[in-house]
């Protein structure tokens, strides 16, 4: 069974970087593709990201250029750094497997617990 | 970037309900469609993907359809864990999108 579990801070400035790490356990980040996804309060689900098992990286176009994933194999860990932040970005933030299977069908399968980031002054 | 549409935003039923939830893609996405659980406070559930594959361990009462931009969710015999909001994803293509939820609540 593959766990995911976020960590960071959870309230950070305008104009500041949220970083966030994920810890996966009971399985490699080596394997399959490995994303974070948002929800503000209330809200719906942006996908804002992933770092593939061959480390290539693809990002939503409205957040390209303030955000940046990052994989570190030995820990068995990815990061998520999204920096200039506004009000706007207050949300839950997720980190998630997207499973890719032998008849090429792509699935969020495993999320963790998310991490409320708040951005306030 | 696909727009997927999904509807009715809410809906009020009853526990024994036959339920139906249609999400619309902007454009095709053959049957590139999962949907998801979420209930307050948690982490969204993976229940189908490929628009009408079970996730391990999803109860038969749900079941998906569809292909091309048309497709639908139904929950045969609502139960009262199944009071949630659920998501359509496509994954035809990035960057990934996600309907804006039903909320499927108790009447």
């Known amino acids: 069974q593959v766990q995911l579990q976020e960590s960071g801070p959870g309230l950070v400035k305008p104009s500041e970087t949220l970083s966030l790490a994920c810890s996966v356990s009971?399985?490699?980040?080596?394997?399959?593709?490995w994303s974070w996804i948002r929800q503000p309060p209330g809200k719906g689900l942006e996908w804002i990201g992933y770092?593939?098992?061959?480390?290539?990286?693809d990002y939503n176009p409205s957040l390209r250029s303030r955000v940046t994933i990052s994989m570190d194999t030995s820990k068995n860990q990815f990061s998520l750094k999204l920096n200039s932040l506004t009000a706007a970005d207050t949300a839950v933030y997720y980190c998630?497997?997207?499973?890719?299977?032998?008849?090429?069908?792509?699935?969020?399968?495993?999320w963790g617990q998310g991490a409320l980031v708040t951005v306030s002054s | 970037d696909i727009q997927m549409t999904q509807s009715p935003s809410s809906l009020s039923a009853s526990v024994g309900d036959r339920v139906t939830i249609t999400c619309r893609a902007s454009?095709?996405?053959?049957?590139?469609l999962n949907w998801y659980q979420q209930k307050p406070g948690q982490a969204p559930k993976l229940l189908i993907y490929?628009?009408?594959i079970f996730h391990s361990g999803v109860s038969s009462r749900f079941s998906g359809s569809g292909s091309g931009t048309d497709f639908t969710l139904t929950i045969s015999s609502l139960q009262t864990e199944d009071f949630a909001t659920y998501y359509c994803?496509?994954?035809?293509?990035?960057?990934?999108?996600f309907g804006q939820g039903t909320k499927v609540e108790i009447k």
């Open positions: 998630v497997r997207e499973k890719f299977d032998n008849n090429n069908w792509y699935y969020f399968d495993y």
């Open positions: 454009q095709t996405i053959d049957t590139y």
């Open positions: 009971g399985g490699s980040i080596s394997t399959d593709y």
């Open positions: 770092m593939s098992d061959s480390g290539s990286t």
């Open positions: 994803q496509q994954s035809f293509i990035t960057p990934r999108t």
């Open positions: 490929g628009a009408s």
